[in-house]
């Protein structure tokens, strides 16, 4: 796999842990038909390469929303500019990459499951082609962006079943283009969202139980029990979740050193974040930014 520049100002992604996708959407019967593994925004990201010479073991969309770049699949190559995206079929070689004087802003989405090979013949079958475009359109941006926030607030199984559910409606956007409705981005405030606000909030800070008990209001007992029933994870082990994904970003996006990015979420014994990152991701800080990708 050869990569080219990283680090563009303003990118974000989220890659959500293989043991999380395991455990709740491999064997869910409500989200093992389509799933995102993996999602990103990339602004004006001149010099941006990728080339997998065995491919992506998901599926990927990568749409563009200004500048220009290119995608090469099955020796066929495709010219990306405003408004166009391509979809990259699993398991096939492929390289894409941003023209380096207009350097090209991209939103990606890698995608799973029983159903997504359905999904990509037919985005092929509109389209005659593995490339395609669509008009600029904010509420198919509102749509990424709900997707995103729900999945940077933790991998609760609220949060991968909204957010999974909605990466159906999403990529429909790219097939029909302009055949759907506006997305409510409300969200309903209660105790657990106010939890997840603070936690993000405060993620370089130690907190024990009683402390996000305290600031809703109930009792560490019954605190927990509720934002378990919501979440499926008890609070301190959401928030370390939370705590990695803001880990990932940083071993993607900066040159810190391990004990440093430790440093930077509230952990300093360096020791004990590698073994509660690895206990998450399913391997260590220093094999995550090795292997990292888009």
Known sequence: MLRKKEGFEGQRAIMIPRKILHTHCDNNPLLKNLYITDIGYYPKAKGHLMERSHGSEQHILI?????????????????LTSGSFVIIPAKIRHSYGSEEKNGWTIYWVHFSGSSANEIVNMMMQQNSTLAGSVSMNE??????????????RGYGLENLSYSNLCVGHYLSTFIFNERYTQVDLKDKEDIINRSIDYMQKNIDATVELQDLAAIVNLSPSHYSFVFRKKTGFSPIEYFNHLKVQKACQYLLFTDLRVKEIAGKIGIYDPYYFSRMFSKIMGISPNEYRIKRHT
């Open 63 to 79: 749409y563009c929303m200004e500048g220009k770049g290119w995608a090469e699949i099955k020796k066929e190559k495709y010219e």
């Open 139 to 152: 509420k198919r941006q509102r749509l990424f962006e709900e997707i995103y926030t729900n999945l940077e």
